[in-house]
């Protein structure tokens, strides 16, 4: 918890005589909340078995991935870097990702992408392998079959 303190000030009135006084007052203020991976992670898999599908896999590869993303997208969000990251892997392996920032629960920004034909595509389609990693507000989830 962060505490606040307001001051105000009432002054001195000199015409009425009235005397100045300083209130303050503290306030409890939560700090923002921080997406966590794990727990995304863990809402993507139960929602996948919800939906006859199997949970991922992690993967040390496609983790490696979603972590290098991470510190792109926080620089220029968007899918450009994807292709540049994962090059090296397209002749071999089928690869996705979805984006997420500025969501202030797990379940927002899982629900975000289910609201995306594209990024609910994604979590519907087989595969096998996937990682998500987050800064508390950047949000990268990789998939991958290989």
């Not at 996705?96 to 609910?120: G, I, K, P, V, Y």
Request: proline content about 3%.
């Amino acid at each position: 918890m962060v505490s606040i303190i307001l001051f105000g000030l009432l002054w001195l009135n000199y015409s009425t005589g009235t005397n100045n006084s300083v209130h303050s007052q503290t306030f409890q203020v939560s700090p923002p909340h921080r997406i966590s991976a794990e727990v995304l992670t863990k809402i993507a898999n139960d929602w996948r078995v919800q939906n006859g599908l199997k949970p991922y896999t992690e993967s040390s590869i496609v983790c490696h991935i979603a972590e290098e993303r991470l510190k792109e997208v926080k620089l220029d969000y968007s899918h450009s870097g994807f292709y540049k990251e994962t090059s090296y892997f397209l002749q071999e392996v089928y690869l996705a990702e979805n984006l997420a920032r500025d969501w202030r629960t797990e379940e927002a920004t899982f629900n975000s992408f289910l609201r995306s034909a594209s990024h609910s595509a994604n979590l519907k389609a087989p595969y096998r392998y996937a990682c998500i990693r987050s800064d508390g507000n950047y949000v990268v989830h990789e998939f991958a079959n290989y």
